[in-house]
T-cell receptor, first 112, second 111 residues
């Protein structure tokens, strides 16, 4: 039972570098999400995808892009990393609005 | 856009005491409402959720929450806290797949 799998778990980037966080779910869920978690700020929604082929901005989309590659996969790209993007990133999926949301284990990203 | 407010950043209770964690949301209609718990270094686990119907919902680990439409609140309660309940608790609001979380309340349990 893999659930939601995200990679990499840990990454250190230099300012200005780019990288992509990968996420895949094997539960046939329609909706997928990317959040960032920072101390004292809870989880903030970066982007979400209500269904395959659609993506929408969340609370903090600036500096990020996403791709819903297919129903299983939802990637998050940092085109030019900044120290302010140092955070823990969580991918999540959900069958339909209102259902339980399932989280990946998190990706720790440090931008120096 | 909807928002979720958890007014208490940190709460300390004694083991065996009762607990109430507050959550207020801002949204035009009644969204789906959730409480999640996160232990250090772990992902989030669902405690309970509210869709419609009975405004008092029961969850896992002895938690319950009450939806009050007039107050736009969804407070989490537990009658007797155990040391293992020490964690961070998040209230969440889901409106058409736009799922927002509060900033969290960190619970410390004193022996």
């Amino acid at each position: 039972n893999a659930g939601v799998t995200q990679t990499p778990k840990f990454q250190v980037l230099k300012t200005g570098q780019s990288m992509t966080l990968q996420c895949a779910q094997d539960m046939n869920h329609n909706s997928m999400y990317w959040y960032r978690q920072d101390p004292g700020m809870g989880l903030r929604l970066i982007y979400y995808s209500a269904s395959e082929g659609t993506t929408d901005k969340g609370e903090v989309p600036n500096g990020y892009n996403v791709s819903r590659l297919n129903k299983r996969e939802f990637s998050l790209r940092l085109e030019s990393a900044a120290p302010s993007q140092t955070s823990v990133y969580f991918c999540a999926s959900q069958a339909y609005s209102g259902n339980t949301i399932y989280f990946g284990e998190g990706s720790w990203l440090t931008v120096v | 856009a909807q928002s979720v407010t958890q007014p208490d950043i940190h709460i300390t209770v004694s083991e065996g005491a009762s607990l109430e964690l507050r959550c207020n949301y801002s949204y035009g209609a009644t969204p789906y409402l959730f409480w999640y718990v996160q232990s250090p270094g772990q992902g989030l686990q669902l405690l309970l959720k509210y869709f419609s119907g009975d405004t008092l919902v029961q969850g896992i680990k002895g938690f319950e929450a009450e939806f009050k439409r007039s107050q736009s609140s969804f407070n989490l309660r537990k009658p007797s806290v155990h040391w293992s309940d020490a964690a961070e608790y998040f209230c969440a609001v889901d409106s058409n797949n736009d799922m927002r979380f509060g900033a969290g309340t960190r619970l410390t349990v004193k022996p």
